[in-house]
């Protein structure tokens, strides 16, 4: 009978110290220590970062929150940064306002992040939170255009008839580039500085297309529940339809 009870009292204390050892501060404390000793080794800061996401809770947000903004000081490579993007959008969804630190990294135009911007924005996919609806629609129209892509395909979750005019205004855009440029063709060997200029424009409208066509058809399909393939079909439906549209809630 002792030996019983001094087993359920052990099971009891292993249990409570797994519980204690979970909680936001535990993790906090074991994250800023092994952050510390990992030192320059990335691999070893990545995965205390990822810990946070045992705790997700307003003060592990706020750690990972400094990561993935940064300090100014350069000391934060981007997978690092990456993997803090990454652990908010996977584990903090019941956290209020999760969503505004990938907001705030993915509005910083530098080509340097722009890896971590387009892994801040695919987190705010996965939150799906209404609020995030805005700047979700303001960075459709962003670039790098992979990330204006996560953007797009975000839309599909955080489900808002105003998104629709948006997103058919957009496949008007991207419809621009005909299927034939789509097509490798020669350089341009045009003559002076404002050939190369027109040249360079075109090949990056030529990307937008091929990044953004799809994604955009496949959220509006999943808006709408319409499967065209054009603007001018979008649009016709859309000002027939749109006064009177509900979205269904069914998204991809």
């Known amino acids: 009978m002792r030996s019983l009870l001094v087993a359920a009292l052990a099971a009891t204390l292993a249990v409570q110290d797994k519980t204690e050892a979970t909680t936001p501060d535990a993790v906090l404390k074991e994250f800023k220590q092994a952050y510390v000793k990992a030192g320059k080794n990335d691999s070893a800061r990545e995965a205390a970062v990822r810990s946070l996401g045992k705790a997700p809770h307003p003060k592990t947000l706020g750690a990972l929150s400094q990561v993935l903004l940064g300090d100014g000081s350069g000391q934060e490579v981007p997978d690092v940064r990456i993997a803090a993007a990454e652990t908010i959008g996977a584990a903090f969804g019941a956290v209020p306002n999760a ?73 008007r855009e991207v419809e621009r580039v005909p299927d034939s440029a789509l097509i490798p063709e020669l350089p341009f060997n045009g003559l002076g500085m404002g050939g190369v200029v027109v040249e360079d424009a075109r090949t990056e409208q030529i990307t937008r297309r091929k990044v953004l066509y799809n994604p955009t058809l496949d959220t509006l399909k999943a808006l709408t529940g319409q499967d065209f393939t054009s603007y001018k079909e979008y649009q016709k439906w859309w000002s027939a339809n749109g006064s009177s549209f509900k979205i269904s809630g069914k998204g991809k």
């Open 99 to 171: 969503w505004t630190p990938l907001a705030t990294v993915a509005r910083i135009r530098d080509r340097k992040i722009s890896e971590v911007r387009i892994s801040a924005v695919k987190a705010m996919g996965k939150l799906a939170d209404p609020r995030s609806l805005r700047a979700l629609q303001d960075l459709v129209d962003d670039k790098p255009f992979e990330m204006a892509k996560e953007a797009v395909d975000a839309l599909a979750s955080v489900q808002e008839k105003s998104s629709v005019p948006l997103l058919i205004k957009l496949l």
